[in-house]
C-alpha cells in the first residue's frame, strides 16, 4: 500500500530555513499529484503547496509564495518542500499528501494518501 513519510521538522529560529522530505513507496506515483499541507494547533489544515510527479508542475499557496519551493526527486520517489525566512505563523504540523489524477489540488479532502506529519516549530 501507498506509504509517506516524513522528516525533516524541528525547531528554528525566525528567518531561518528548513528543507522537509516526504519518502513516498508502494506504487508508481507518475499520474499522482503530491501535496505538502500544515495544521496549526486549533486550526483546520491548510493547504501550502501540491506538484505533479509527472511533468513537475506546482501550485503554492498565497501566504508562503516566494518563501516555500516544492520539489521532488522521482529517482529517489521523494517530494520536498524547502522553507525560507521562516516565521511564526509557519509553526505547525506539516503533512505530505497524495491523490491519484494531475490537478493540482487544495482541498484536503481531495488527497487520499497520508503521511504521519512532522513537527516545525518557529521561534522568534
Known amino acids: 500500500q501507498v506509504q509517506l513519510v516524513e522528516s525533516g521538522g524541528g525547531l528554528v529560529q525566525a528567518g531561518d530555513s528548513l528543507r522537509l522530505s516526504c519518502a513516498a513507496s508502494?506504487?508508481?506515483?507518475?499520474?499522482?499529484?503530491m501535496g505538502w499541507f500544515r495544521q496549526a494547533p486549533g486550526k483546520e489544515r491548510e493547504f501550502v503547496a501540491a506538484?505533479?510527479?509527472?511533468?513537475?508542475?506546482?501550485d503554492v499557496a498565497e501566504p508562503v509564495k516566494g518563501r516555500f519551493t516544492i520539489s521532488r526527486d522521482s529517482a529517489k520517489n521523494t517530494v520536498y518542500l524547502q522553507m525560507n525566512n521562516l516565521n511564526g505563523e509557519d509553526t505547525a504540523v506539516y503533512y505530505c499528501?497524495?491523490?491519484?489524477?494531475?490537478?493540482?489540488?487544495?482541498?484536503?479532502?481531495?488527497?487520499?494518501?497520508w503521511g504521519q506529519g512532522t513537527q516545525v516549530t518557529v521561534s522568534s
Open positions: 499528501a497524495a491523490r491519484p489524477g494531475v490537478g493540482l489540488r487544495s482541498s484536503p479532502s481531495d488527497y487520499r494518501y
Open positions: 508502494g506504487r508508481t506515483f507518475s499520474g499522482y499529484t
Open positions: 506538484i505533479r510527479w509527472s511533468g513537475g508542475s506546482t
